[in-house]
């Protein structure tokens, strides 16, 4: 679903002034801390109970005892009288979100699912940690997933209408492509992996103008 903080755009505007009193204002674009730059989120809950703010959850508070003189010395420990003991409390309701990054994202798994591997193969997984945890780590790694995501789905129809003519094109992306990039992932050689998946990327396209 489109990304309720950023309306999609995956950037987020921003004004900062520059000296002050004197008004002048720069304009500036962040990415959104929402979606991650992508534009896209998966909704992952809403919740509407939250822990007391009087006793942290806990449902107690301290029970004091007052003296003549004024003076009050914690003696135990009472019921809170918010929640009534339960730590919680009822609030508006807020929903949460997490980017969602398999928007679009088609190329490997389908090359993945046509030679009979699942949609959590370990290959898959592999590359998805990849993206997740290495790549989107960067603004350059955001900016990467996210032309991915907007160039992936013309990619995939050069590669099912290239499949027509070559029944192992998909095989021959895999064995010279897709593994050699796994390999370098589990060496931890991201930046040489990354190469290589672009050079799969313009290799796809090219097959649209070889056809």
């Excluded at 339960?86 to 508006?92: E, Y």
């Amino acid at each position: 679903m489109r990304c309720p903080k950023c309306n999609g755009t995956g950037k987020m505007s921003h004004y900062t002034t520059r000296y002050v009193g004197c008004g002048e204002d720069i304009y500036h674009e962040s990415w959104c801390d929402l979606c991650d730059g992508t534009g896209k989120v998966k909704h992952v809950k809403t919740v509407d109970t939250f822990d007391c703010p009087t006793c942290y959850g806990s449902g107690k508070t301290t029970k004091y005892k007052k003296y003549s003189t004024g003076r009050e010395v914690p003696c135990g420990e009472k019921t809170c009288p918010k929640c009534y003991g339960s730590g919680k409390v009822k609030g508006k309701p807020v929903k949460y979100y997490k980017p969602d990054y398999n928007e679009g994202c088609f190329i490997s798994t389908t090359i993945c699912n046509l030679l009979g591997k699942e949609d959590n193969c370990y290959e898959l997984n592999l590359l998805r940690k990849f993206r997740d945890e290495w790549l989107r780590c960067s603004d350059e790694g955001v900016e990467m997933i996210k032309k991915y995501y907007e160039i992936s789905p013309k990619l995939l129809q050069h590669l099912e209408n290239a499949s027509k003519i070559d029944n192992n094109i998909f095989e021959k992306l895999y064995t010279n492509f897709l593994s050699e990039i796994i390999e370098c992932i589990e060496n931890k050689n991201f930046n040489k992996g990354l190469i290589k998946y672009q050079k799969m990327l313009s290799y796809i396209e090219m097959l649209k103008l070889n056809k």
